[in-house]
Every structure is written in C-alpha cells, then in structure tokens.
C-alpha cells in the first residue's frame, strides 16, 4: 500500500463544542480525527502530523509559506506517495493556491476540511478526509496541482473559492466547475487545468492591501496603504475592472511611489479587460500602469502578489507572472 502523510491543521475538521462558551473551538488532535475514518487502514499507510490547531482566520501567509516548506520536506521523502492537508474553510483557498504556486512536485497534495464540527449532526471531517486520502493515493492525482477535496468533488486551488458560508458544498469553481470527483472510494477526473503556475520563492512580501471597490468611492483607502508603506495594492474592480473616477488620483499618486497595482473584479466569474474608455475605466487604468489580474479573486490575486514580490521588485517581472499568454504583452 502507499503512504500518505497528513497534515493537520486546525480548523471546524478539528472543533467541538466547548460547553462553557457554548461554541465549537479546536479541540481533536490528528490522530482522534483519523480514529474516525474507519477501514481507512486498508487503503492506506498513514503518518500523522499536527503542523498547528487554530481557527483558519488565524493564518498568516507566513504561516502558509511554512506549512509550504513543511510539505515540500514530505514530498521529498521517497517512502511518502502524497500529501493531505487539513485546514480551515474560511481561508482554505488561500493557503491551497499559496500551496499550488510553490510547490512543483508530482506527488499528489491535497487539501481538504469541514463545514461542520464534530458536535454537529453530519460531521463531515472523516468523510472528506477519507475522500482526500484515496485522491492522495490516485494516480491519476498525480501532476494535476495542489486540489481542493470537500463533499466528495475534486477542484484546482487556483480555481476554487469558498461560494457559501455553511452548505456541505460550499466549495466552488465559478465558470470551471469541478476538475473530479471522488465515488465510492474511486477518484474519477473529467477535465485538467491547464492554467497551473510555480513562482519560485520562499519569501512572502506581507505589506500587500486588498481594496474591493463600491459605488461613490474615493482614493482615501488608497492613500491609507501608501502611507502605511505598503509594496503593493490589489484593487477589486467593478465589472470589467473599472473603479470610480474619484479613485483614479490614488493609483496613480501609488504607481508614481513604486507601489505595484492590480486590477481584479469584484464579479464572481468573468476576467478584467480594458474595455472601457471613460474616467477610471480598464483602458484609463492599463495605460496608467495597472497590472491585470485576469479572472482571479481579491483574495487569491494577493496570494499572488506577495509571492512575485517576494520573488521580485521587478515590475515588468510581476507583470508577466501575472498576464503571460492573456494579455497582449
């Protein structure tokens, strides 16, 4: 049989009810949450380990990019066949496509949590760990990235988010759906990603800001992140990735200090282009210098920022990482 190293993590797969704040808090070790995926053993050798046990709003991405060297020592290992991860949902797609980004390795890694904790009726911890586990062994896991494994689908990291804050299923690919699925034990895959990336660092540049845009808005936030020294600012756009006329001095009064800036949208599918002509429109902001983001959320398009910055203060560098083969450059 193969070996499969799990990671634990904290988060709801690791929470139960504690009777005097009468609210689910980490509590169950790696080993107790293994204990629960009975006849696992027969599919699989595994080694537990517990890397941490917070709550996922707790993690940092430095905390990501440790956990990232922590799985890299596994996948190192010839006797180990892959790597699951547990976390938290809240910032799971987060730390999955930090993961994805740094970790080149065919070995399967797998990430995977709960929606429920163990107080709760349906627990769903051992059954996505079991689903997670057989992926890990699949050899048809192997080469596709880091994968997201909830309520038995199998999705990209760079694809997935967190598309409700309580179903079973909460986890989604707008526009994409599921790369797979995991059937009685069995890992089926009906498509590839083929949009994977590596940035190759070990650093995480911290001083990155997220700025999601709203009707009427003005460049007060934007002023706040140049003067708090941050390297960089992702700025979630409306639409197409246009932001109120009134936001439009900010960015530029960021480009001039050196601050890099990238344009996403705030819409859930769809990508940024430079549609539109108009006072703080996609054209008016790419030929200021904006950087575009393509179809990647706020969130995760910071994953990405810190890592090119932490790889490069180069700017047509982290304009490449960022638009190579979507946009004219």
Known sequence: MKKVAIVFNGGTIS?????RVQAAVPSLSGEEIVAMVTGIENYAYIESYNFSNVPSPFVTPNDMMKLSKYVK???????????????GT?????????????????????????????????????????????TAISEEARGKGVLVCMNGELNSASEVTKANSMSLSAFKSP????????????VIFYRDNLTRHHIDTNIVEAK???????????????????????????????????IPPKMVDGIKRALNKGIIVVLVSRCFEGRVLDTYGYNGGGKELR????????NLPGQKARIKLMLALGMTSNKEEIKEIFEKGLYNI
């Open 175 to 186: 526009g994409f759906g599921p790369l797979g699925i995991v059937d009685n034990n069995q």
């Open 15 to 19: 929470m139960k009810v504690d009777p």
């Open 90 to 134: 809240d910032s799971l797609e987060e730390t999955a496509y930090l993961l994805d980004l740094t970790i080149q390795n065919d070995k399967p890694v797998v990430v995977t949590g709960a929606m429920r904790s163990s107080s709760e009726l349906g627990y769903d911890g051992p059954a996505n760990l079991s689903a997670a586990t057989c």
């Open 73 to 87: 020592d596994l996948l190192d290992r010839e006797d180990i066949d892959g790597v699951v991860v547990t976390h």
């Open 287 to 294: 030929n200021l210098g904006v950087i575009f983001g393509d």
């Open 208 to 242: 990155v800001s997220l700025i999601k845009c709203v009707s009427g808005m003005d460049s007060r936030f934007i002023d706040f992140c140049i003067d708090q020294g941050d390297k960089g600012i992702i700025i979630e756009g409306m639409g197409r990735g246009n």
